[in-house]
């Protein structure tokens, strides 16, 4: 079982580019998820969604961007990189919001 | 609004008992506890639904106080393998529905 996928596993930026963090599910969940960590720290929730075509700003949601076209589909937009903005990037799925969340592998970023 | 969770670090010896506290200034619907190892992403432990008894995980069970808007986490007779960053979640519920937030974590090492 594949679970949640996310790509790339490791990836540095410099200050200004773009990229797109891609977040897979297999399980026909109807509720992703994407967090930042900064090292030592909590998970920060940066958006949400529902279901496709549904999605909603969490904590920190400034610098970033989302879509959900699909259930399986999640992917982070990142509009010119900040160094503020280096972080390890979990996406997670759950059927609700009173059910387990599953957790992909992390993507690790750093801007330089 | 994120929950607070207190202490922020625990030491222990093999076979010593934990206890991890996590409060809300809003009403709780449920509360999600999840555990993460170093360079890992965290994983499911329980989740306490509102209403629901007390639950259990192995030698780790939780309670959950919706009038004070608080849960507890209880790790008994510590393992090694107990040692951790344990985070709980809680969804915002209402109009937010879906937005799941977490606490800044409790680090937890064990030793021999």
């Known amino acids: 079982n594949a679970g949640v996928t996310q790509t790339p596993k490791f990836r540095i930026l410099k200050i200004g580019q773009s990229m797109t963090l891609q977040c897979t599910q297999d399980?026909?969940?109807?509720?992703m998820y994407w967090y930042r960590q900064d090292p030592g720290m909590g998970l920060k929730l940066i958006y949400y969604?529902?279901?496709?075509?549904?999605?909603d700003k969490g904590e920190v949601p400034n610098g970033y961007n989302v879509s959900r076209s699909t259930t399986e589909d999640f992917p982070l937009r990142l509009e010119l990189a900040a160094p503020s903005q280096t972080s390890v990037y979990f996406c997670a799925s759950s059927y609700t919001e009173n059910t387990e969340a599953f957790f992909g592998q992390g993507t690790r970023l750093t801007v330089v | 609004q994120q929950p607070v969770q207190s202490p922020q670090a625990v030491i222990l010896r093999e076979g010593e008992d934990a206890v991890i506290n996590c409060s809300s200034s809003?009403?709780?619907?449920?509360v999600h506890w999840y555990r993460q190892k170093h360079g890992e992403a965290p994983v499911f432990l329980m989740i306490l639904l509102k209403g629901g008894e007390q639950k259990g995980h192995d030698k780790i069970s939780a309670s959950f106080n919706e009038k004070k808007q608080q849960s507890s986490l209880y790790l008994t007779a510590s393992q090694l393998s107990y040692s951790g960053t344990y985070f709980c979640?809680?969804?915002?519920?209402?109009?937010?529905?879906?937005?799941?937030?977490f606490g800044q974590g409790t680090i937890l090492t064990v030793h021999p």
């Open positions: 809003k009403a709780l619907y449920s």
């Open positions: 979640g809680t969804p915002a519920g209402g109009t937010s529905y879906g937005k799941l937030t």
């Open positions: 399980m026909n969940h109807n509720y």
């Open positions: 969604s529902v279901g496709a075509g549904i999605t």
